[in-house]
């Protein structure tokens, strides 16, 4: 298909368990964005890429949390010594470039529960 | 710092009629932009409507217009002849010019009624 994949789409982790999500962006698209969803509440930034290049991890919400898109296509957000309070959905996005930036096209969200 | 706020947490509408649902944003930046996503159950985001803070005219997609008062701070969505498969949650994003981080209200829920 043509649009963002996430993988897994469901995730459980033992609290203390390394986790590691993965997004497929739309092919060309420049600019990756990952997000954190409470349930019930509106998506939180969490941080941004364009091509290679992390410009923005101001919402990560500790060093437990470590984001990548070496070649600037596919990205992993990980999340070290999982805690109950990360369960949350986590949504991947991507859009063509800077100009279209307020066009994002979001992927399905992977759902983390930690137990 | 910036923020969105929805007051309404829930919202009806009979099917085919318009329905306009609330939203005021604070922001200290001169040039930002201003968005609306569509959540349906699925839990996929769907891109809306944009309007940036210096366009003069309101935005419109087909049925979505974005009622933009600058001096009030308020992006009110309309949504016009609405159909059932509008029933979603809908979310007012806003992220300043040049920045990469966008900021989204809690979400209204609306429910089309047949």
């Known amino acids: 298909g043509a649009g963002v994949s996430q993988s897994p789409r469901y995730k459980v982790a033992k609290r203390g368990q390394d986790v590691a999500l993965r997004c497929d962006p739309i092919?060309?698209?420049?600019?990756l964005f990952w997000y954190q969803q409470a349930l019930g509440q509106g998506p939180e930034f969490l941080t941004y890429f364009q091509n290679e290049a992390q410009l923005d991890k101001s919402g990560l919400p500790s060093d437990r949390f470590f984001a990548e898109r070496p070649e600037g296509s596919v990205s992993t957000l990980k999340i070290q010594r999982t805690q109950q309070e990360d369960s949350a959905v986590y949504l991947c996005?991507?859009?063509?470039?800077?100009?279209?930036?307020?066009?994002?096209?979001f992927g399905p969200g992977t759902r983390l529960t930690v137990t | 710092a910036q923020k969105i706020t929805q007051t309404q947490p829930g919202m009806f509408v009979q099917e085919k009629e318009a329905v306009t649902l609330d939203c005021t944003y604070d922001t200290s930046d001169q040039s930002y932009g201003l968005f609306w996503y569509k959540q349906p159950s699925s839990g996929e985001m769907i891109f809306l409507i944009y309007?940036?803070?210096?366009?003069?005219q309101n935005a419109t997609e087909g049925r979505y217009s974005l009622n933009f008062q600058k001096a009030r701070k308020s992006a009110n969505l309309v949504i016009s002849a609405s159909q059932l498969g509008d029933s979603a949650m809908y979310f007012c994003a806003m992220r300043a010019a040049g920045g990469f981080k966008t900021i989204f209200g809690a979400g209204t829920r609306l429910f089309v009624k047949a």
């Open positions: 309007q940036g803070s210096y366009d003069e």
């Open positions: 996005a991507s859009s063509f470039n800077r100009d279209r930036e307020y066009e994002q096209y």
């Open positions: 092919s060309g698209h420049v600019s």
